[in-house]
């Protein structure tokens, strides 16, 4: 009480309405103190006035319960962001628990891609730049512009894997490989490719990305569920 009104000053401290209740419950508190101390001095608790004022005494100290209102809901306040927080953080684990089987699955389709451009360098290096550029289909000439299209080098051959995982014209380059090398095992490789890419690993990788959605969608709710009790409690 004394230290309260030291750090806040005598101003602010009777600015705040709770505050000048609690200076009346200490001052009337220590008057009653005071009060009974002479009585019992004065042996005179034996009367009916002083037992009733001794009462009365007794009583204004359970008037001290109506203090605790304010602070009942500051309490609230933060056992409801307690429960939050740890939502949260049962949230953010399953989240990266599904991140966990996400990096997996992002390590296998590199190494997928790795695996298959290296196969594309060393079987379907099919072609030279002069010989794209005098070929007789222009649809072979406009799509590669002489380079692109081609297994002749690492990062090449990673181009037309990526286009054949996005499904841009995909067909392009199993056309032009198959034409300039001329056998079956090439569209086998580039089809195998394809397949496995989009029906195997982009279905798992949309499944666990799903998988997140879901989960952080069953933690929204379970927080909305909470800031509902959290408002009743308070009305």
């Known amino acids: 009480f004394i230290v309260k009104i030291i750090g806040l000053g005598v101003t602010d401290y009777f600015k705040d309405n709770w505050?000048?209740?609690?200076?009346?419950l200490v001052v009337t508190s220590l008057v009653m103190n005071v009060t009974v101390n002479l009585l019992k001095s004065a042996r005179s608790l034996r009367s009916a006035k002083s037992l009733r004022f001794l009462r009365i005494a007794r009583s204004q100290r359970a008037l001290r319960l109506l203090k605790f209102v304010k602070k009942i809901k500051g309490l609230n306040m933060?056992?409801?962001?307690?429960?939050t927080f740890q939502r949260i953080k049962s949230i953010l684990e399953k989240t990266l628990m599904c991140l966990t089987s996400f990096n997996i699955i992002m390590t296998i389709l590199f190494i997928t891609f790795?695996?298959?451009?290296?196969?594309?360098?060393?079987?379907?290096?099919?072609?030279?730049?002069?010989?794209?550029?005098?070929?007789d289909d222009e649809s072979i000439t406009l799509y590669t512009g002489g380079t692109l299209g081609n297994f002749q080098s690492f990062l090449d051959g990673m181009l037309i894997n990526f286009q054949i995982l996005?499904?841009?014209?995909?067909?392009y380059p199993v056309f032009v490989t198959e034409v300039y090398n001329g056998f079956w095992l090439t569209s086998f490789i580039l089809i195998s490719f394809h397949l496995i890419i989009t029906y195997i690993l982009k279905s798992v990788l949309l499944g666990m990305i799903w998988e997140v959605f879901i989960i952080v969608k069953g933690g929204d709710d379970e927080l909305s569920k909470d800031f509902d009790l959290s408002e009743e409690s308070e009305k």
């Open 19 to 24: 505050n000048k209740f609690d200076f009346f």
């Open 78 to 83: 933060i056992l409801t962001s307690a429960a």
């Open 114 to 135: 790795y695996f298959y451009t290296l196969l594309g360098c060393e079987v379907l290096h099919y072609t030279s730049e002069q010989e794209v550029k005098h070929a």
């Open 166 to 171: 996005t499904g841009s014209g995909w067909h």
